[in-house]
């Protein structure tokens, strides 16, 4: 099957500091792959950079995009290749509506101009189905929103502007249970043969009702074991360490 | 002297920057003397006891210190200053009937569009003199008066005696007092007591000549009970010379009576704006500022309220926008000098490629003013770490039973936030755009609609191009 991401002995760094060391990873769509790994291994570095965020520098390796290599490519035409991340504390924007920003988005992600009144119907059914109340569309983008709402919105996003590769990074942080529940439902919703999730959890809660195709081990900068859903029990009775090889293991 | 560009940086001024070929019918010499005042009063066919003011403010003006604070001004020469440039077109109210250059510049501005879709009455100003007004028959019917300071001096002379240079009396400043030597033009606006005026009066001044200095004057008395909102445009093309820019505005907002006073100001970088401005409000009035400052090399502009009567009212809503090359030094003073008067003040700046944004501002309290209310919030965006923004806020609270409040903010564009919209498919440019007009929003939702829009599309243009 062709490949949707295939990133190659990638290293990255951020000022002076190396955090990813030679990371090879690869996704076809219709997959679920799930990041798992302790504090500072560098999981977030690894969604900031397959979307090209300007702080950090790729030092090696590159990222290859449905066959195309992104490694050096602008943020904004990652995302109109169809690569998607959520934010785990999203950056709050006044002025800008959530309406009016995910309509902005949706028509550059297309490159089509979107029709206000069939967007603001679209935008009214996700997000009763995210039990998102609809005030919130004409808000200013996160500006005082609560954590949950922040991260439904993330959610809405994501299903607004379909991506073929959503990268989900600690969505179910600092979300209370029916909130889990609700966003791993929108996921559920997500979820196609054609696309692929990569999920980045420290927990297993959001991924109960999700079918899980691998599971990544990612400790110091790189991936240390792959296996299938299992893996996450494992990692519960166990913990990282014990799975590190034994030259690492004084490290963690 | 500075060289003459040939790329303008950063905001489009093509509208702006086009210039006519002088033909003024009438100038004085360059510079600034006791022959050139009588000149302009001369032409002018004043009363004496205008003359007579001229002379005194420029025996003033000669005694006065150039300002010791603010922005750097040496490089004005007023031997190198024309300070009367005449059109010789005389005052119309038929656009037809003007030059066709002149028509097409105010055409080009959207003058005389405007004035048929949104406003109750226009003014338009080319180099020193009036060169139209004219206000709709439903307001002159309910004995508005608006019209040009030499038709008022003419046919309301004894109004403009008693108030002309009341508020801003020639020992202001050193710039009052060439203003109260070399004014010219401007507009005189009278609403009389319970009258509303439904749709804004709009005064626009645009400087042609090179070289030369404009100094109008606006007197707006709002009696009892009434209201009106008026609005002013300045613009002017970019010369290779220093232009000048001192008017004066003052404005009588009485007992109930409410004026909303909005200023955008999108002169040429070749222009020193220094412009005083004045309100004194009686009892229960309001006095709303609206000031967008986006042109100028230097800009020093502060308008000031007088909250004379009990629980009169200011709100300032400022914003200022520095770009290459300029330092936009503006803010507000507010002095309360009675019991229960409250005032409002919101000013953003936003400062790129090396401009500097100061806010600057002075609360006064007096001790009589018992039971005031102020709120103070400036907020400054720093686009680019070559640019600069300082706030100097003063305080000056003289009783204890008074409600102060003052924020500040100072920042620049997050990066964080930039990356963000990027993720999202927006480029980086829109990206930006997006956070300044966001950042701007309070603002521009305060102005005229046709100025909000040209507020967003200079917003557009200042990042179209800066990337890659």
Redesign the interface.
């Known amino acids: 099957m062709k490949e949707l991401l295939k990133i190659k002995g990638l290293k990255a760094k951020v000022g002076e500091g190396e955090i990813l060391k030679g990371l090879d990873l690869t996704i076809h769509p219709g997959e679920t792959h799930v990041i798992m790994g302790p504090n500072g291994a560098g999981k977030s570095t690894l969604a900031s950079v397959i979307?090209g965020?300007?702080?950090y520098e790729v030092t090696e390796g590159n990222i290859v995009f449905e066959g195309e290599d992104i490694t050096e490519a602008?943020?904004?035409e990652?995302?109109?290749k169809g690569i998607?991340?959520t934010?785990q504390s999203?950056?709050e924007?006044?002025?800008?509506t959530v309406e009016n920003?995910l309509r902005?988005?949706k028509s550059?992600?297309t490159g089509e101009a979107i029709k206000a009144w069939g967007f603001h119907q679209e935008l009214m059914a996700l997000m009763e189905k995210l039990n998102f109340e609809s005030g919130y569309a004409s808000r200013?983008l996160n500006v005082g929103f609560s954590g949950g709402e922040k991260k439904k919105n993330e959610i809405l996003?994501m299903l607004t502007?379909n991506p073929k590769l959503a990268i989900l990074d600690e969505t179910d942080s600092g979300l209370d249970v029916d909130a889990v529940k609700t966003v791993s439902e929108g996921i559920r919703n997500f979820k196609n043969d054609n696309n692929a999730l990569l999920i980045i959890t420290h927990s297993a809660k959001l991924l109960e009702n999700l079918k899980t195709d691998y599971v990544h081990i990612l400790v110091e900068g790189r991936i240390i074991k792959t296996s299938d859903a299992s893996l996450i029990d494992e990692v519960g009775r166990v913990g990282f360490t014990a799975m590190l090889p034994e030259d690492l293991r004084g490290g963690v | 002297m500075e060289l003459k560009k040939t790329v303008v940086s950063d905001v489009d001024r093509s509208i702006y920057d086009i210039a006519n070929p002088e033909k003024a019918k009438y100038k004085v010499n360059k510079g600034l003397s006791k022959e050139i005042v009588m000149a302009i009063s001369a032409e002018k066919k004043e009363p004496s006891w205008m003359l007579e003011h001229r002379l005194r403010s420029l025996e003033i003006y000669e005694k006065l210190p150039m300002p010791a604070w603010g922005p750097d001004l040496h490089m004005l020469d007023m031997e190198q200053v024309v300070t009367y440039v005449s059109p010789g077109t005389g005052m119309k109210d038929n656009w037809q009937e003007l030059p066709e250059e002149i028509k097409l510049t105010f055409d080009r501005l959207g003058i005389p569009e405007a004035e048929k879709k949104a406003l109750s009455g226009v003014g338009a100003q080319y180099d020193s003199e009036v060169v139209y007004h004219n206000v709709k028959e439903e307001m002159s019917s309910q004995g508005v008066i608006y019209t040009d300071m030499d038709t008022a001096l003419r046919e309301y002379e004894d109004i403009l005696r008693a108030h002309f240079m009341q508020l801003l009396p020639a020992s202001t400043h050193k710039f009052m007092a060439l203003h109260g030597a070399v004014w010219s033009g401007g507009s005189f606006v009278y609403v009389p007591e319970g009258v509303e005026v439904s749709m804004p009066l709009q005064s626009y001044f645009r400087l042609n000549a090179p070289g030369a200095g404009q100094f109008e004057h606006t007197l707006i008395i709002v009696e009892k009970g009434a209201k009106l909102h008026f609005i002013e445009g300045c613009s002017a093309p970019r010369y290779n010379v220093l232009n000048l820019h001192a008017g004066g505005v003052e404005l009588f907002v009485k007992e109930n009576a409410t004026l909303r006073y909005s200023t955008i100001e999108n002169w040429s970088r070749n222009m020193l704006n220094l412009n005083s401005k004045r309100a004194v409000v009686d009892k229960n009035g309001a006095i709303e500022w609206v000031s967008g400052t986006f042109g100028s090399q230097i800009t020093m502009l502060y308008p000031m309220s007088i909250l004379k009567g009990e629980g009169a009212r200011s709100e300032f809503t400022g914003i200022t926008f520095a770009g290459e090359g300029q330092n936009l030094d503006t803010g507000t003073k507010v002095v309360h000098a009675a019991p229960g008067t409250s005032s409002t003040v919101i000013s953003k700046s936003i400062s790129k490629s090396g401009g500097k944004a100061t806010y600057r501002s002075a609360i006064v309290v007096r001790p009589e003013a018992t039971g005031t209310k102020s709120s103070v919030t400036c907020e400054s965006l720093m686009l680019d770490s070559d640019s600069r923004s300082d706030t100097i806020p003063v305080m000056d609270i003289r009783n204890d039973e008074a409600d102060i409040g003052h924020e500040a903010r100072i920042g620049r564009i997050?990066?964080?936030?930039i990356?963000?919209?990027?993720?999202?498919?927006?480029?980086?440019s829109?990206?930006k755009a997006?956070?300044v007009?966001?950042?701007?929003?309070?603002i521009t939702k305060e102005l005229p609609l046709e100025y909000a829009v040209e507020m967003n599309r200079l917003v557009t243009l200042e990042f179209e191009g800066s990337i890659g």
């Open positions: 979307l965020h300007p702080a602008k943020t904004d990652r995302a109109k998607f991340l934010f999203p950056e924007v006044d002025g800008i920003f902005t988005a550059a992600v200013y996003q502007l | 997050s990066e964080e936030a990356f963000y919209l990027m993720t999202r498919g927006i480029g980086e829109e990206a997006l956070i007009r966001g950042f701007v929003e309070p």
